[in-house]
């Protein structure tokens, strides 16, 4: 089987969240619908009580943004990175 093209490969970015992590995808479910869930490729890289760093198609991140901000309880999205290295240094 042949690799993907870099042009035919999904582009991912990975997102530093504050707040709780439990609710999230209850979070993007309740605004973006089934659908959208499964337009953004949601994967968990890392999680904890109050952090999480999850990673989402490139086109999506503006709507899970929006998503985790009507959430009633308090989730924030610390910083958008294209690489993992770039939130670790925040992390910290």
Known sequence: MKPLKPSAREK????????????I???IL???????MSKCGLSWIKSSANSAIICVNREMVD????????WPEKI???KVSGTLKGLRNKEK
């Open 12 to 23: 991912k970015r990975y997102l530093l969240i504050k707040g709780k992590t439990k609710e």
């Open 25 to 27: 995808e209850r979070a």
């Open 30 to 36: 309740d605004f973006i619908g089934v659908l959208g």
């Open 63 to 70: 709507s899970i943004r929006a998503s985790l901000c009507t």
């Open 76 to 78: 924030e999205v610390i």
